[in-house]
């Protein structure tokens, strides 16, 4: 039997079920999951907006030649958006990217990162960023395998984060 090919595209307002039910696997995947705090009507808005903060592409099954033709299954995503480097220029930052586990091992999370590099110099950036857990190690070796830096190894970069509270803090709010 054919197996079905998985197709990469760009996520279209209709999706953001389908992201947002991966965004809790990943978070589940992650163990992290009381962390998620944002709606499908969130994503809808902030996505699909007149300027919307972030970009998406989805990973879907086609069926097989001769199957009967449905609606297509959704089985990955990639979040990302553009940001600034003062050094470098234009670049572009992966937030999530994610393969339903049943799905890993065919390359699908690798065309997702190949599809946001392709965007990325499309756009004029010079890197494309992004963080793992240091215990996925898993991803860690895929990021390499596909040619990234590991910073925190490499340059001793470590990532942080203010959070709502400390910003209020910070603003005086």
């Not at 940001?83 to 699908?108: A, F, M, N």
């Amino acid at each position: 039997m054919a197996m079905a090919s998985v197709r990469i595209r760009q996520a279209e307002e209709g999706d953001c079920g389908n992201i947002l039910k991966l965004i809790r696997e990943l978070a589940e995947y992650e163990k992290l999951s009381d962390q998620v705090k944002i709606s499908e009507e969130a994503l809808r808005a902030d996505g699909f907006g007149e300027n919307p903060f972030y970009c998406c592409l989805v990973a879907e099954l086609l069926p097989a030649p001769g199957e009967p033709q449905g609606p297509c299954v959704v089985v990955g995503y990639g979040l990302y958006y553009f940001i600034y480097s003062t050094w470098k220029g234009r670049s572009v930052y992966l937030e999530d990217i994610y393969v339903k586990p049943e799905y890993r091992g065919q390359g699908i999370g690798s065309k997702i990162i190949k599809k946001v590099a392709e965007v990325a110099l499309e756009r004029g950036c010079s890197q494309l960023c992004l963080t793992v857990l240091d215990w996925n190690k898993g991803a860690m070796d895929l990021y390499k395998a596909l040619g990234a830096r590991d910073l925190t190894e490499a340059e001793g970069w470590h990532s942080f984060r203010f959070e709502e509270e400390a910003m209020r803090e910070l603003a005086g709010k």
